[in-house]
Nanobody
């Protein structure tokens, strides 16, 4: 499975961006999809995940109420809608897929996209 993330860019604080993650080379219909981010000099951190059927979502506390994760099974694509962006959201955002149906902090993801840069100016 190959993952292609897109949609990043430069936005002012308070603005919005929508990231997309298109999967190819296999179906991800039974797999959980997650978004992670890594800021310069910091470790990669979990942002959000959506279960295989979209029925369950998980969010990091720092993005709850501002970010919304979703997916389209028919399009084999996941999305991360980011609203009320803050300068501290600046990072490279990665999408990933885990063959398990639900997110678990203890279960590593199997496939990773190349990342898309999100920069939020103050």
């Amino acid at each position: 499975v190959q993952l292609q993330a897109s949609g990043g860019g430069l936005v002012q604080a308070g603005g919005s961006l929508r990231l997309s993650c298109a999967a190819s080379g296999g179906t991800i219909s039974t797999a959980v999809m997650g978004w992670f981010r890594q800021a310069p000099g910091k470790e990669r951190q979990f942002v959000a995940a959506v279960s295989w059927n979209g029925g369950r979502t998980d969010y990091a506390d720092s993005v709850k109420g501002r970010f919304t994760i979703s997916r389209s099974i028919t399009k084999n694509t996941g999305y991360l809608q980011m609203n009320s962006l803050r300068p501290e959201d600046t990072a490279v955002y990665y999408c990933a897929v885990n063959r398990s149906p639900y997110h678990s902090d203890d279960d590593p993801y199997d496939y990773w996209g190349q990342g898309t840069q999100v920069t939020v100016s103050s």
